[in-house]
């Protein structure tokens, strides 16, 4: 018996791993509603092309990881800043819909363009990291580094907002669009901030699943639905909710897949969402 | 004499637009749900599974694909209408359900046949090209029948919903809840009758689509992506007018198939590439489709030309 509770512990500590990274997606996506106001659907296929970037830069072109990460995040942190000119910008006024189905069609043509320009089979980095044993459970060191990376970026984020005149208007113009350009904050150049901040985010979410997972065209797929609900979990915009939530969906999938298959894990969380939407419709914090 | 292939882009653009008809019931009423591949799903599933597996023909196996739509789309839409979840959220709940449904149909795989699929046991004896007790036919002609009455069906149950008090009631709704619910308009109950409908008729097209192709994929009928291959397909033909979701079905359908004929398999996702970019310029410049922008156009051209006259 002791034997399965070892093994269930494992499965919690490598849910709480998965959570930090959870975490970390939903981060960007987070603060870019809480900011804009605007969800982008297509913010996994941002992690995709991230994911592509370390790949090419590091296989390709025999980029040490150490140069090839930071270029990946620069280049999505770029991509945001493209996204929100030429997608966001002229639909902001539009109905919010709108706005999320936008963001539905640079979802197709991100994918679809992948397959073209990398064709659908899977890439793996090549890069293997050892198993770290504890007792008698094994973590993937990949998943330890992503998870301190995950939290880096968190803390990263948060005194960013909290102790930077940067990240004081972003936080001012999130709490009130009206009043902060009579303040001289200009909102566009905040937008524009935050969707580099969200790009980067997306990147850094991108260096610590390519050490993981192969990379093709279709894994924004697998991790998009999940990063919607935990940000939707959380109430939309509220990062401490969000963090919460990542955590509570990565222990459904973890621990679920343990007693099940992992797809029964993943239906549990996204059950649990789904009721949990008719308890609390606005998420676990209000904003 | 038509040759198969043609018949066959004219059954599916048939059948999608029919689905994608259902689909616009909702959505120009404001209800923008990703969550129609769970309808579409359960219908291909269930039929697909009773006769795979207890020998049901799909007759019986149809309305018991109904009722299941039916009991899973009131079990989400009544809650999410009693507490006035709209946009985004409504969108992302529904789009849970959607990912749910196929998830359920992956980890399911000794029945299902998981990420592989499955195929409905053939039923075509040598020689014969109809079944009608396990609903499989090998001739086309039949299917471009049942395919157009269906996709009639579809347009007149939109016309009906067009034409009805419903609908002013439910543009009310969508345009400001609360003030609909104070001129005394029941709010949910007005919202969930559209929701049934569009349901059960994307739940008939799964069906269809199941019985057609023979063959039933997690990823093709149901999941996120076909659920947004819905919501954009009706969008990319206008949402507010009758035959805008076929012109969708139609536009989308001609586009793969005439890029994949001009330059063959060679760029596999050329057709989507283009197609996302569409999409992207169309909710930008073209929020009312192509069939919308078009019968603006005409309008106008119209109005200029009594003018001057």
């Not at chain 1, 006024?93 to 679809?112: D, R």
């Amino acid at each position: 018996m002791d034997v399965f509770d070892i093994f269930l512990l494992e499965a919690v500590l490598n849910g709480l791993l998965l959570g930090g990274l959870l975490a970390l997606l939903s981060l960007g996506l987070n603060l870019i509603f809480g900011v804009i106001d605007v969800v982008w659907i297509c913010y996994a296929e941002l992690i995709m092309c991230g994911m592509y970037a370390v790949y090419y830069l590091h296989v390709q072109y025999h980029w040490p990881l150490y140069a090839a990460m930071p270029a990946a995040i620069l280049i999505v942190a770029v991509l945001g800043m493209i996204l929100h000119q030429f997608v966001i910008k002229p639909v902001l006024a539009a109905e919010p819909i709108n706005q999320l189905l936008v963001t539905g069609g640079v979802l197709f043509f991100l994918q679809a363009a992948a397959t073209l320009a990398f064709g659908i089979d899977f890439k793996n980095l090549g890069v293997s990291l050892p198993a770290v044993r504890i007792g008698e459970m094994s973590f993937s060191a990949a998943r330890l580094i992503a998870f301190g990376a995950a939290a880096a970026g968190v803390i990263g984020l948060f005194v960013f907002l909290n102790k930077t005149y940067l990240g004081t208007a972003i936080r001012a113009i999130s709490q009130d669009r009206a009043i902060m350009p009579l303040m001289g904050v200009s909102p566009a150049r905040v937008y524009t901030l935050t969707s580099a901040l969200g790009g980067a985010l997306a990147g850094l979410g991108a260096c610590l699943l390519v050490l993981q997972y192969d990379v093709h065209p279709a894994i924004g797929l697998s991790f998009g639905p999940i990063t919607f609900l935990i940000c939707v979990l959380g109430g939309l915009g509220s990062m401490a909710g969000g963090l919460i939530a990542a955590f509570v969906f990565a222990q459904f999938i973890s621990v679920g897949g343990f007693f099940f298959a992992i797809e029964w894990g993943y239906v549990i969380a996204f059950a649990f969402f789904i009721a949990m939407m008719f308890i609390r419709p606005q998420g676990l914090f209000r904003r | 004499m038509i040759g198969n292939y043609p018949l066959h882009l004219m059954i599916l653009v048939l059948l999608w637009g029919y689905i994608y008809t259902s689909w616009s019931l909702m959505g120009r009423l404001g209800m923008v749900s990703f969550g129609h591949g769970a309808f579409m799903g359960i219908g291909a599933y269930t039929v697909v599974m009773l006769w795979n597996h207890f020998g049901l023909s799909p007759w019986i196996g149809a309305p018991v694909a109904l009722a299941l739509t039916a009991v899973v789309a009131i079990v989400i839409a009544y809650p999410c209408f009693r507490f006035k979840i709209v946009g985004h959220y409504f969108a992302l709940v529904t789009l849970a359900l959607s990912e749910v449904t196929r998830l359920v149909f992956v980890a399911m795989r000794d029945h299902t046949g998981g990420s592989l699929g499955a195929t409905p046991n053939g039923a075509l004896i040598e020689g014969t090209s109809v079944a009608v007790g396990a609903v499989q036919f090998s001739s086309k002609w039949v299917w471009l029948g049942v395919v157009f009455a269906f996709w009639l069906l579809g347009l007149w149950v939109w016309r009906l919903v067009d034409r009805g008090m419903g609908r002013l009631a439910l543009q009310a709704i969508s345009e400001d809840e609360e003030a609909a619910a104070s001129v005394g308009i029941h709010v949910t109950r007005a919202k969930l009758q559209v929701t049934l409908v569009s349901a059960l008729m994307t739940c008939t097209g799964g069906i269809l689509y199941a019985q057609y192709q023979l063959y039933v994929n997690p990823d093709t009928v149901s999941g996120i992506a076909i659920s947004l291959q819905m919501v954009f397909g009706v969008i990319a033909g206008g949402m507010f007018v009758m035959l805008g979701p076929t012109v969708g079905a139609a536009f989308t359908l001609l586009l793969a198939e005439g890029l994949r004929l001009g330059f063959g398999n060679k760029y596999p996702a050329l057709d989507t590439t283009i197609y996302g970019v569409m999409l992207v310029m169309f909710i930008i410049f073209m929020p009312k489709g192509i069939l919308g922008a078009a019968l603006d156009g005409w309008r106008r051209l119209r109005v200029s030309g009594t003018m001057q006259s």
